[in-house]
Structures are given as C-alpha cells and as structure tokens.
C-alpha cells in the first residue's frame, strides 16, 4: 500500500475511499491516515457514527509528538499506528482544549511515557469541565474509560511553546477564547501546516457551549496571518487556508442574521425556525437551522447585557 496513505478499513471500502480522496469527496464512513509532509501525520477520523477527533503526530529526530488525544478507544488505536511506524518514544501529546473528544485518552499515552501539554488558559477547564465530562462517560460505563483515571495535562504554556530539533519544528499557539477559552492550535512553519483542534473545522462540527463567536472571529483572522498551506481541522477532511475564512464566515453570517432578526423583533424561537444561510449548507451538508444550540448561544451573546 502506498505509505502516504493508509486506509484502515475494509479493502473495498479502502479503494472507494482512495478514488473519494483523490477526488476530494467526502468520505465520512471511517478513518485514515495521511502524511501531509515528511514525518507530519494526519489521522482524519470517521464521522458518521462519530468517533472522536481528528489527530496528527510529528516525527521529530528522537521522538514523536501527538497532537490531540482523542477519546481513551481512539488514543489506543493510533499509539499502535505510531508503534507500526517507528520506535522512537511518544514524548508529548498536545491537547488542543480539554473536551472529552480531544483529551480523554491523555491516560494511554502516560502509560507509554508521554506529558500532555495544553495551553495555560484551558487548565482551570481541565481540572472543571475537563474532570467532569470525564467522571460522567466513565459512569454511563462506556467501556473504553473502564480502568482508567483522568490525566490533566501536566505541562502548560501561556501564549507560545516551541519544539524544534534543527529537523522539524512545531508551534503551539494560543491566541484566545475561540472554541474554548484555552484553544490552542499546532503550527509547523516548515510545512505551512496548522492543526487547528476545533478552532476551526471542516463540516456541520461547530459547538459553542463553550465558545465565544466574536473573540472567535478574531482568533481565526489571526490564524489567517499565518502562511498557511494546509488545514487540518479537528473534524473533518483535511483542507487549505481558505478553510479558515470559510470557518470565520459561519461565525460573521450566523452573528449577522441573528443580529438581524433581532432587531426586526423576532423572538429566539421564531429566529430558530426562520434563520436561513443557504451557503452554510453548501459547506456543511446541513441547513443552518439544524444546529439550534449555535443560534441559541449567539443569541444569548447578542442579548446578553
Ligand atoms: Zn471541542
């Protein structure tokens, strides 16, 4: 098999998806991996049933960096991807925010020797929010959290923290509250690649429970500063720069109709059945009414006093 792209599905499932791939059609049925540049690893994971996050991991001259954890089943899955391609130790896994999606699995790659690192601002929602959501899987008695405690990142960084070895060199970055309070994203200036976590994704993937739309705006307009070649979303295919303004639009129309209807008087449920953002369904294959939370949220932003 080609070793830049490695399908891990049922052969005939695998061909489709090459042909899918290659087309750039979208393939939501599994998982697989891809090398974006030497020793840069995307593991696009399967959304329909959702699995967990997307991830990537960085060859470096004497071990590996893993970006996002993923959930616990999913953490395990791509530790053995790595364990297939080299021998060198998973020093670091870097947790984009604290979702259970992104993090939980910090606990596998203890195990195999990794400190997880996150951005100083998602610490308070890794010992809340993080510890919570955690607690509550394990109790529903997911199987893939029996046995296991949760891992908070150990090491933190403010605003920047670099890994270079002469060879490859990865910049974590956080430039404010977007999907989180703590998002930070992985930039490899080398590459121009940017694994963005959910800061930005490709597809009807957004929640803002946790989110604030306007610094959100603002963050990926500082992402866009980047010479950015390649996106790799935290959910989603894998895509270009023009992802981040796609991403950014969503938050400027979506803030501009509720906004709009706001002033014409119309209350949040009237707004919730009369929204309409046809492109938005061009992009994420869901009309824009569908996610109810994300016009309740920007509504309460724009209300709130
Ligand atoms: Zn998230």
Known sequence: ??????VLALPLIASVALVGWAAGWFVPTESKVTELAPGVWFRKAQTEPFTGCNQ??????EFVLVIDANFPGQAEQVIEIIR??????IRFVFDTHHHGDHADGNMHY???????????RSQPLFETKGLEGFQQAQASGKEE???LHYHAPSVYFPHKMVIDDG????????FGHGHTM??????LPKHGILFTGDACVNGAFNYMGDGDTASWIAVLAEMQELPVKQVAPGHGELSDKELLETQKRYFVELRAAVQKAIDAGRTVDQIKQEIDLPWYEEWAGVDVKKNTENIEHVYGELTRK
């Open 1 to 6: 098999m080609n070793r830049r792209v490695l």
């Open 56 to 61: 990537g991991w960085v060859e470096f001259k």
């Open 84 to 89: 297939k391609q080299t021998d060198k130790p």
């Open 110 to 120: 203890a195990k195999v020797g990794a400190s997880a690192v996150a951005s100083e």
């Open 145 to 147: 959290y029996k046995g």
């Open 167 to 174: 060879e490859q060199r990865v910049e974590l970055l956080h």
């Open 182 to 187: 703590g998002d930070a994203v992985a930039w």
